[in-house]
DNA sequence: AGGCGCTTGTGAACACGTGCACAAATCGCG
DNA sequence: CGCGATTTGTGCACGTGTTCACAAGCGCCT
């Protein structure tokens, strides 16, 4: 039924929709296009200017406009951009037309706050599994689902069709874990353990690391400590202590 | 005081660090190359090739060691890299001589599990304060620290000398923190919210997204899905309504 | 109907990041 | 002491991503 309007196939004549393959900078901000446009939708927007969305999703208008393109937009020139359609482009191109299996590994601090997470059953994805190797936490139920023993994986995977796996133990469980998750047949998995995963070909992981993301901002924070010491060419030592600069330039921020 | 001795002084005879001003892409990737550093200096390597550590960190030995010449390199050809001097090169570059407190903003879900998160500390960070903008959760003590109120702000960066703010509170309220944030003088800002935040120049903010992740995730395995579907050149009404192709290709993986 | 203003889509220049391949440097050994 | 094995540091070519600037297209208003 319906091809013509369903989000995923495109105007061509063509059958096969073939997704054209997407810079990964641009599948990348895909999903923040996505986010603020269901912003948008919800506060009743029914276009959107590429320069609006732009704006709403922190980027330049020229660069969105040439993602935009890449998945054969859907423009109108002189309106914009039809939002309802959009969001039906980008969830057909991001494969979120259906709602995704995952896997949580791990239930410890963090996974029990993944578990909790309501940002994922709002966006395409659904907790079907929630696992981990110690036998204490088998049994839990957090959150309507209750933990199994990571064993369990090769029957969960079957009932579930588990398409993604996300990996939330200590670095030093994650590889074998990833190596279950690969036999059972998952192809993409998200790795919160601070170590590098080595999986086959074909295999997508993503890695998310919070101490990485601090010593990033850290590096930056050195590094504005240590020009602005620099003019005043007085102390090293204070490049080191930065006491309490502050607040002069706050209220640049309001600004909005 | 001991400038000397301290890891950060290049060897030359300049006073200044005068820190060098590393491509993004390297940043990004020496807390990598430091933890990976760290896993070699415990299992006792006292030196490391190029080639070894780039394994350890999962990159190209050209990258890592085209990385590594940026900040002034200390290799020796023909031996490699001493991983004690590289490690305090690194943490040098990164800031991470001094202790950095970091303020966590939110207390829900996310926000207990990065306050119980082990990995901060043992990586050149301390969560100096916990703060919630629901005077419900204000008292609670969470790891040895107590929640205290949003507005407690200001008395609390002026006492800890905040450095970083970390953001994990729900989207609305974001901003509102932001801006409170970079009023008393921070400067770098970890957010976790599903949202753009706006800040003045010379505030740096870097996003965690847990569904963007999954939903990158995502699309690589819709494009797989239907890269293995093409050959079959079934259904282009499959394509765009999956009901329920799944497994099929689950098997492909498993090929090391 | 026609013109005008606005917005998209994109060609082209530019900046950035990556990877190869090799010369220069160092160590260990005979 | 000199040679060969090894490994770093880097010049260069390439690919990817970003930004500008503008022609083409669309709707609205007169």
Redesign the pocket.
């Given at each position: 039924m319906s091809q013509h309007r369903h989000p995923g196939a495109p105007g061509r004549a063509g059958a096969v929709p073939a997704l054209p393959d997407l810079?990964?900078?641009?599948v990348a901000?895909l999903p923040e296009y996505l986010r603020a446009l269901h912003n948008l939708a919800e506060t009743g927007n029914e276009?959107?200017?590429?320069?609006?969305?732009a704006n709403a999703a922190g980027?330049?208008?020229?660069?969105l406009?040439?993602?935009?393109?890449?998945l054969?937009?859907?423009?109108?020139?002189?309106?914009?951009?039809d939002v309802t359609l959009l969001i039906e482009q980008i969830e057909y191109v991001l494969g979120l037309t259906q709602r995704r299996a995952v896997a949580l590994v791990g239930v410890g601090n963090l996974g029990h706050a993944l578990a909790g997470y309501d940002g994922f059953a709002g966006r395409g994805f659904r907790i079907a599994a929630l696992l981990d190797a110690d036998p204490a936490r088998v049994g839990e139920e957090i959150n309507g689902l209750v933990v199994q023993h990571v064993e369990e994986l090769p029957r969960v995977a079957a009932e579930e069709s588990i398409a993604i796996g996300v990996i939330a133990t200590p670095a030093a469980a994650a590889q074998r874990v990833a190596d279950q998750l690969v036999a059972v047949g998952v192809t993409s998995i998200l790795n919160f353990a601070p170590c590098v995963l080595s999986v086959p070909d074909g295999v997508d992981v993503r890695k998310v690391d919070l101490a990485i993301e601090l010593q990033i901002l850290s590096f930056h924070e050195h590094r504005k400590a240590s020009l602005t010491a620099l003019p005043a060419a007085g102390g090293s030592a204070l490049t080191a202590l930065p006491g309490g600069l502050a607040v002069t330039e706050s209220q640049e921020a309001i600004g909005t």
């Amino acid at each position: 039924m319906s091809q013509h309007r369903h989000p995923g196939a495109p105007g061509r004549a063509g059958a096969v929709p073939a997704l054209p393959d997407l810079p990964e900078a641009t599948v990348a901000r895909l999903p923040e296009y996505l986010r603020a446009l269901h912003n948008l939708a919800e506060t009743g927007n029914e276009t959107i200017s590429s320069e609006g969305l732009a704006n709403a999703a922190g980027v330049n208008s020229a660069k969105l406009r040439k993602d935009l393109s890449h998945l054969g937009s859907y423009g109108t020139r002189g309106v914009g951009y039809d939002v309802t359609l959009l969001i039906e482009q980008i969830e057909y191109v991001l494969g979120l037309t259906q709602r995704r299996a995952v896997a949580l590994v791990g239930v410890g601090n963090l996974g029990h706050a993944l578990a909790g997470y309501d940002g994922f059953a709002g966006r395409g994805f659904r907790i079907a599994a929630l696992l981990d190797a110690d036998p204490a936490r088998v049994g839990e139920e957090i959150n309507g689902l209750v933990v199994q023993h990571v064993e369990e994986l090769p029957r969960v995977a079957a009932e579930e069709s588990i398409a993604i796996g996300v990996i939330a133990t200590p670095a030093a469980a994650a590889q074998r874990v990833a190596d279950q998750l690969v036999a059972v047949g998952v192809t993409s998995i998200l790795n919160f353990a601070p170590c590098v995963l080595s999986v086959p070909d074909g295999v997508d992981v993503r890695k998310v690391d919070l101490a990485i993301e601090l010593q990033i901002l850290s590096f930056h924070e050195h590094r504005k400590a240590s020009l602005t010491a620099l003019p005043a060419a007085g102390g090293s030592a204070l490049t080191a202590l930065p006491g309490g600069l502050a607040v002069t330039e706050s209220q640049e921020a309001i600004g909005t």
